[in-house]
């Protein structure tokens, strides 16, 4: 006679029997269903709470700042101009760092001479340290891009903004205004306005860049506001009784505020020439103001003789424009949506 068979609980001791909703059985080993019931729920892997396909169900999204700083960061263009950009500045606020001398000690016994120990960039016309007069140039050139870019960029949002903001007779005025100041050649204008100014500091033009430079940035910030205000969530606060400022600063302004920024800091390159242009034609700055524009057009008669007195202060000047416009095109792609 066959022998019989073991019973079938013997044969699966140590198994788990868990019914299934189609009628059948799955079996689990005990150790293996333990480690289901402790294991914890899935959370997202990716950065910042993102999985592999992208931000999950519960993750917050990122604003149009975080998601613009995110590409930013992995832009080599960005990464590089901004390099160029905090060395400008730290050598602008601390030029002694890299520079110990005094770039109004001169000596005519070595003036046009080339480079010498101590002395890699050579010397200029009158026996001024080339090099130093370079390093100290460069806070003169920056504060006053910065200082007309912020007067630039206040007024002109602050005029363009409430232009688009209230339209009517204001919106009128403003925009025959502009048309009056962008017909005004820039160089021109600096010729004629700086001729009749006798100071030799940064100021006179500052204020004259902010006198013909806000235009441009009224019709961006117009325009921006303009579109804005159309929003759904503009609409919303007015019907709930927002007052018109608190729909200005509030919900207005942080949304139109990305096309001003983005032109004002390819602008900001654009006056750093413009200082430099103005300096070389002789109405801009003026000694003992250290200047690479004034560097460059006393050395542009011995450019034949001695080019290193020009090449040095131009390749500073032209490395520093390009990286500013370079940051703003960067900063330009980060914030557009639409070259996403």
């Known amino acids: 006679m066959p022998e019989p068979l073991e019973?079938?609980?013997?044969?699966?001791?140590?198994?788990?029997?868990?019914?299934?909703?189609?009628?059948?059985?799955?079996?689990?080993?005990?150790?293996?269903?333990?480690?289901?019931?402790?294991?914890?729920?899935?959370?997202?892997?990716?950065?910042?709470g993102t999985g592999p396909e992208g931000p999950?169900?519960?993750?917050?999204?990122?604003?149009?700042w975080s998601d613009a700083w995110h590409d930013l960061r992995r832009n080599p263009v960005f990464i590089i101009s901004g390099l160029v950009i905090l060395f400008l500045v730290v050598i602008s606020l601390w030029p002694s760092l890299i520079a110990s001398g005094d770039p109004l000690d001169c000596d005519l016994s070595k003036a046009q001479e080339g480079s010498q120990a101590g002395h890699p960039f050579g010397f200029n016309g009158q026996g001024c340290d080339v090099y130093t007069r370079t390093v100290y140039g460069a806070r003169t050139s920056v504060a006053v891009g910065v200082l007309a870019t912020l007067g630039v960029a206040i007024l002109g949002s602050v005029l363009g903004g409430l232009a688009g903001f209230f339209g009517g007779a204001w919106d009128g005025v403003l925009s025959r205004v502009t048309d009056i100041f962008f017909a005004i050649p820039v160089v021109l204008g600096g010729l004629v306005l700086l001729s009749v100014v006798t100071s030799a500091t940064i100021w006179p033009v500052i204020g004259f860049m902010v006198l013909l430079g806000w235009p441009q940035i009224s019709r961006i910030a117009r325009g921006s506001v303009i579109t804005a205000k159309q929003n759904d969530y503009v609409h919303?606060?007015?019907?709930?009784?927002?007052?018109?400022?608190?729909?200005?600063?509030?919900?207005?302004?942080?949304?139109?505020?990305?096309?001003?920024?983005?032109?004002?800091?390819?602008?900001?390159?654009?006056?750093?020439?413009?200082?430099?242009?103005?300096?070389?034609?002789?109405?801009?700055?003026?000694?003992?103001?250290?200047?690479?524009?004034?560097?460059?057009?006393?050395a542009s008669q011995y450019i034949r003789n001695a080019p290193h007195m020009l090449l040095?202060?131009?390749?500073?000047?032209?490395?520093?424009?390009?990286?500013?416009i370079m940051l703003g095109d960067a900063v330009r792609d980060a914030l557009d949506p639409k070259l996403r």
């Open 56 to 64: 999950g169900p519960d993750t917050k999204p990122r604003s149009l």
């Open 312 to 324: 040095w202060p131009a390749g500073a000047l032209a490395v520093t424009v390009l990286a500013f």
């Open 236 to 298: 919303a606060a007015r019907a709930l009784g927002a007052s018109n400022s608190r729909m200005l600063l509030r919900h207005i302004t942080p949304n139109a505020v990305a096309p001003v920024i983005v032109v004002a800091t390819i602008a900001l390159g654009t006056y750093i020439a413009l200082e430099a242009t103005l300096s070389f034609l002789g109405v801009g700055l003026k000694p003992p103001t250290v200047s690479w524009g004034i560097d460059i057009s006393s």
């Open 7 to 48: 019973p079938l609980e013997s044969y699966d001791e140590g198994r788990q029997i868990a019914s299934t909703g189609a009628g059948g059985a799955s079996d689990l080993g005990t150790a293996e269903a333990e480690t289901l019931e402790r294991r914890p729920p899935a959370t997202p892997t990716g950065p910042e």
